[in-house]
């Protein structure tokens, strides 16, 4: 915690995060061309971004992307802010429009987020593939239901919210699938999500990338809000023990 205060206590970090909430997964000379700065210099301020876990990378090729990491932000918020405010108003989740076209992993995500779950990397990848855990951490869905590879989340009255069709995978450390949305009529086409695990110490390294949005996900708001959502109600399970659904704001205040 104390390296998220530090690094955002500097005003051309601050900026940075900005830059990335306007335009994600910019490369260093597009973020350079934003500030009077040299490259070096912008490149230490990034340094100490990652060092804070409020940037993630992305390398595609010969160019490295920088996402904002909302992980951290939201945690600083819970512990120190959250409860010295009044809740806001309801926030529209999950408003997506993709397109499943082919994409390899050499893709540019058009998401990318990353938190630390003091678990094993095995727990992990069971409760990834376990239709059943979702009813302990999932934010909106309250059960979830397995054809096959396929595994479909529930409103609590049932309805289909989303289902994901496992892709391919690499044993307890990659995972990749489909994001097909059912909560509007299938209104909204598919995507694809991957999951990527990686042990360090007492923890696993989770990140997220989502690729095919057809467009930016805005932290805050819709399908970068539902993720980090979605990332604490599964770290705050793993690591108590207890149901962690942390809904809408609506939900949340009703």
Known sequence: MDSVFKALA???RRTLLDRLRDTDGQ???QLQGQLDMTRFGVMKHLGVLEEAGLV????VGRFKHHYLNAVPLQQAI???IEPLLVKPAARAVLDLKSQLEGETRMSKPDFVMETYIKTTQDRLWDVLMDEKA???YHFIASHGTRNGDAVTMHFADGAPMLTNTLLSSDP?????WTF??????GASPTSRVVYLMRPENEFVRLTIEHYDLGGPAVPGEGVADGWVRWASGLKSWLETGEDAHIGPMDQQEG
């Open 27 to 29: 490369t260093l000379q």
């Open 180 to 185: 097909e949305p059912h909560w509007d009529g």
């Open 56 to 59: 993630t990378t992305k390398k």
């Open 172 to 176: 307890k450390s990659r995972m990749e």
């Open 10 to 12: 500097d005003p051309t």
């Open 134 to 136: 979702i009813a302990h």
């Open 78 to 80: 819970d512990r120190w």
